[in-house]
């Protein structure tokens, strides 16, 4: 049956039902900030404070590793900006939605800024291009994801980590061939996000001497 409901109801409505037939103790309704989340439509940890909407366990793994001297870029912005800019040194975002590019803007510190660009591939992937300098973690988690990794390969500095969300997807799987080609190992963490019922990874792309410490 849960299967079954997974298969052919939408991720949002699968994990209402989840948050009606769970105890109100469950582990994820209570640590995680599950619950929150569904009534604000927004990824929140148990603080009320924003996240990004990746995995669980790959957020809290950012959040016990980021250091305040990491430079990140970020394509696609959100609450995972607002996230970041509260424990890195800098934060730069490129974003194509309006919408997002306005609401995220509202909820800046001095340390991030969003850049809006054109949905376009070449606008898009390249506007990261026109910024200063090198990125210790580039996030892609927007539109032309393949198309952003294999530009960010030019954007990370000598212990830069790429980050891509939904990395189960099969679109995205040709990001893996081209981080081997280029001497990145690989760490994948698949969990459970906010708002969602199913199982969702983000992938960790890594060399020697990087600033995550993997």
């Given at each position: ?7 052919f109801?939408p991720?949002t ?6 948050l009606?037939?769970?105890k109100?103790?469950?582990p994820i309704?209570?640590?995680y900030?599950f619950a929150k ?7 929140l ?8 909407w990746i995995p669980y366990c ?11 001297d990491v ?8 609450n995972?900006t607002i996230?970041f800019m509260r424990?890195?040194r800098?934060v730069?975002?490129v ?5 997002w590019?306005t609401?995220?803007n509202?909820?800046?510190f001095?340390n991030?800024?969003v850049?809006?660009?054109q949905?376009?591939?070449?606008d ?5 291009g026109t ?6 973690v ?5 539109i032309?994801r393949?198309?952003?990794f294999?530009?960010?390969l030019g954007l990370?500095?000598?212990r830069?980590?790429i980050?891509l969300?939904?990395?189960e997807?099969?679109?995205?799987s ?10 990145f190992?690989t760490l994948?963490l ?5 708002g969602s019922a199913g ?10 001497g990087?600033?995550?410490g993997l």
């Open positions: 049956m849960v299967s079954l409901l997974r298969r109801l991720e409505l699968n994990a209402l039902i989840l009606a037939v769970a109100p103790r469950t309704l209570r640590a900030g989340s569904l009534g604000a439509e927004a990824a940890d148990p603080s009320e404070h924003a996240m990004p790959a957020a809290k793994f950012l959040d016990q590793r980021l250091t305040n430079r990140v870029l970020e394509y696609g912005s959100g995972s996230f424990r890195v800098e730069v975002a974003e194509s939605a309006a919408d590019f609401a995220v509202r909820s800046l001095a991030a800024r850049v809006q660009v949905t376009e591939e070449a898009y992937v390249t506007a990261a910024l200063n300098g090198l990125y210790d580039v996030m892609i988690d927007g032309h393949v198309a952003c294999k530009h960010a990370v500095s000598p830069g980590v980050i969300d939904d990395s997807r099969e679109e995205y040709e990001a893996f061939v081209v981080a081997r080609q280029h001497g190992r994948s698949e969990g459970h996000k906010a199982l969702h990874a983000t992938s960790f792309f890594y060399r020697d990087n600033c995550l």
